[in-house]
């Protein structure tokens, strides 16, 4: 003897509101947002290839709040030796506000570690030849050394042209970077 389900109209509502409930009609979530300067936005920018210039790695919070130079450079560049010290002069003087991060294009981990402490960088730096270099560098479509990408707190693009803008406004550039936002 076969059995039969009879389903009622109100079982066939019920079945169509709780499809729609769970396929069509999704609940609204709340975007995930991290506050100005997260060391959130830093890490996922970074991970965990950013070290000190002892290759320690570094906590991602001492970049919080602040707008960050991403300095493509390498010891054999006579353009990137003749930048750096005005770059060292320009962070010492901005330092509350302003860091850098070095992505190294040397020859060696060894020449990469020479040149952070041979010119007394005192910024950090991502680990040599890392996967994270090389997709900053393509990223922000880097074709020559020495090149300096400004980003704001949020992780943002101010300016491909820190070089420029350090070297012609000297240290008025972080208030051009700021009046950008």
Known sequence: MK??????PIAVTLILLSFIAFTV?????AKATTPQGSPIVWQNMFGSEF?????????AGILAGKYVGIYFSASWCPPCKQFTPELIKFRNANQLEFEVVLVGNDQ???DHKAYLKDHGMPWYTLSYAGKTSMDLMQKHNIRGIPALVILN?????VTTSGR???MQYRNEAL???KSKQ
């Not at 009609?25 to 979530?29: L, M, Q, V």
């Open 51 to 59: 070290q000190d210039k002892d290759t320690n790695t570094a906590d």
């Open 3 to 8: 059995k039969f389900i009879i389903i009622t």
């Open 175 to 177: 208030a051009k970077w």
């Open 108 to 110: 060696s981990p060894s």
């Open 25 to 29: 009609i999704k609940p609204k979530r």
């Open 164 to 166: 420029n803008d350090i």
């Open 153 to 157: 707190p949020e992780g943002k693009v």
